[in-house]
Nanobody
């Protein structure tokens, strides 16, 4: 079965950190660009970061730049999102997705090939 599974979400205080993981099963992640997206209650989905197949190119939304870092470990078939200096407005369901290119991740995320079911991040005191 081809799937992406996110993990690492939870409740954290403002200013805290979390590391999300996106693990693939049934296919090889190193053939895909990977993106992290989030959706808060009552809001539209937001693309927050993308990484190329090699990991050599990364992009970030302005809302997370300087605080979040995307990385990938292809031998482990896993992509990570390190989130630091978390704010209450970062509260959302976080999803990862796999696609054919970083351009697709940035501009045509609805065309991404695989999506996970999400992991919930809650930032609250």
């Amino acid at each position: 079965q081809l799937q992406l599974v996110e993990s690492g979400g939870g409740l954290v205080q403002p200013g805290g950190s979390l590391r999300l993981s996106c693990a693939a099963s049934g296919f090889t992640l190193d053939l895909y660009a990977i993106g992290w997206f989030r959706q808060a209650p009552g809001k539209e989905r937001e693309g927050i970061s993308c990484i190329s197949t090699s990991g050599g190119t990364t992009t970030y939304a302005a809302s997370v730049k300087g605080r979040f870092t995307i990385s990938r470990d292809n031998p482990k078939n896993t992509v990570y999102l390190q989130m630091n200096s978390l704010k209450p407005e970062d509260t959302a369901m976080y999803y990862c997705a796999a696609g054919r290119s970083i351009s697709q991740c940035m501009y045509r995320p609805n065309d991404m090939d695989y999506w996970g079911k999400g992991t919930l991040v809650t930032v609250s005191s």
